[in-house]
């Protein structure tokens, strides 16, 4: 019995860290690294705002994400990124991310949110 309320007090504090620690840092250049700036961008049903993103070869930026209506993903396909977006007054989803190479990296919405879905893209210019 003692064995067991040891356990559910456990996993209660494990679930309540989870619900209170801010979003991981994905993608490339997690680990510690700062960024060099904060770039917010805004997901609604069928785009991202911004949708071109300018950066400089070795910048160092977080991405914050954060939704207008429901969940939505967010995946740069060439850095390994793909986070999901919680939906309006959710939170947001932070990337950190490293402009290593000169080149244009397409980003997308990775989590289906109706009708115009496809259309969801936006792009990442390194130069």
């Given at each position: 019995?003692?064995?067991?309320?040891?356990?559910?007090?456990?996993?209660?504090?494990?679930?309540?860290?989870?619900?209170?620690?801010?979003?991981?840092?994905?993608?490339?250049?997690?680990g510690g690294e700062k960024a060099d700036r904060v770039i917010n961008?805004?997901?609604?049903?069928?785009?991202?705002?911004?949708?071109?993103?300018?950066?400089?070869?070795?910048?160092?930026?977080?991405?914050?994400?954060?939704?207008?209506?429901?969940?939505?993903?967010f995946r740069i396909r060439e850095a390994g990124v793909n986070v999901?977006?919680?939906?309006?007054?959710?939170?947001?989803?932070?990337?950190?991310?490293?402009?290593?190479?000169?080149?244009?990296?397409?980003?997308?919405?990775?989590?289906?949110?109706?009708?115009?879905?496809?259309?969801?893209?936006?792009?990442?210019?390194?130069?």
């Amino acid at each position: 019995m003692i064995y067991k309320r040891q356990t559910i007090s456990l996993l209660l504090l494990i679930s309540f860290c989870l619900l209170v620690l801010p979003s991981a840092e994905v993608g490339a250049g997690a680990g510690g690294e700062k960024a060099d700036r904060v770039i917010n961008v805004v997901a609604e049903r069928f785009s991202f705002v911004p949708s071109v993103i300018h950066l400089k070869q070795g910048e160092v930026v977080e991405l914050r994400i954060r939704s207008l209506d429901t969940n939505h993903g967010f995946r740069i396909r060439e850095a390994g990124v793909n986070v999901i977006v919680p939906k309006r007054g959710r939170g947001d989803a932070r990337i950190l991310f490293r402009a290593q190479e000169k080149g244009v990296f397409p980003f997308d919405c990775s989590k289906a949110c109706g009708a115009g879905h496809t259309i969801m893209r936006g792009r990442i210019v390194v130069k």
